[in-house]
Structures are given as structure tokens and as C-alpha cells.
Nanobody, 126 residues
Framework: VQLQASGGGLAQAGGSLRLSCAASGGIFSLNSMGWYRQAPGKERELVAEDVADSPSSGKATYADSVKGRFTISRDYAGHTVSLQMNGLRPTDTAVYYC?????????????????WGQGTLVTVSS
């Protein structure tokens, strides 16, 4: 199973960008999907996460710094998650990573796994 992220790029302060991520490969069950980011010289931090509470819905949580500006959305059937980022600020500049906690069927046994996408750079200019 792998995560493939897309989107990101360069935006001006106040602008918008959208990130998308898809999980594929093998037989798996996604528990949570979300986004982390890591700015230069800083630790990786949670941006937003959707944790499933049923096969088709979940609960979203956000970092305080992005509440009201970013929106996470998840397609449970399509195994994708997106992050709509509005009102971007220079402090949002970072490499954004798609993240998932899931269970993967290997043989006849389910195994818990944690996956990271390849990272996509978001740069916000002032």
C-alpha cells in the first residue's frame, strides 16, 4: 500500500491551494487519513486529520493555527483525502505530508501500518 500526494506549489499570502492524496495497492482498511507539515528547522506537526468512526464517515481535527482556513475532506470509497487551504500565510510554508493509519491484509492476517506520502512543498509568499 502506498500514498500518492499531489498539489501544493506557490501561492501568495491570502491565496489558496489544494492538496490531494490517494491510497492504493493491496487490500487495506483506512482508519485515519490526514496531513502533517514540516517547516525548515521545525518538527513535523499535525495539520488536519480525519479519523473514521464508521465505514463511511469520520471526525476531523485541526491544528489551532489552521482552524477556519483549512478544510480536510475524505472520500471513503475512493480512499482519498484532500486539504483545501484558504487564507494562506507565509507561516504555512512547509513540506506537507499525507499520512494514514491503516490495516493491511497480508495472507489471512490484518496488520496495522502507518504510512507517509512523499511530501509536497507549499510556499506562501508575502
Amino acid at each position: 500500500v502506498q500514498l500518492q500526494a499531489s498539489g501544493g506549489g506557490l501561492a501568495q499570502a491570502g491565496g489558496s491551494l489544494r492538496l490531494s492524496c490517494a491510497a492504493s495497492g493491496g487490500i487495506f482498511s483506512l482508519n485515519s487519513m490526514g496531513w502533517y507539515r514540516q517547516a525548515p528547522g521545525k518538527e513535523r506537526e499535525l495539520v488536519a486529520e480525519d479519523v473514521a468512526d464508521s465505514p463511511s464517515s469520520g471526525k476531523a481535527t485541526y491544528a489551532d493555527s489552521v482552524k477556519g482556513r483549512f478544510t480536510i475532506s475524505r472520500d471513503y470509497a475512493g480512499h482519498t483525502v484532500s486539504l483545501q487551504m484558504n487564507g494562506l500565510r507565509p507561516t504555512d510554508t512547509a513540506v506537507y505530508y499525507c499520512h494514514a493509519n491503516l490495516e493491511v491484509l497480508q495472507g489471512s492476517t490484518w496488520h496495522a501500518q502507518e504510512l507517509w506520502g512523499q511530501g509536497t512543498l507549499v510556499t506562501v509568499s508575502s
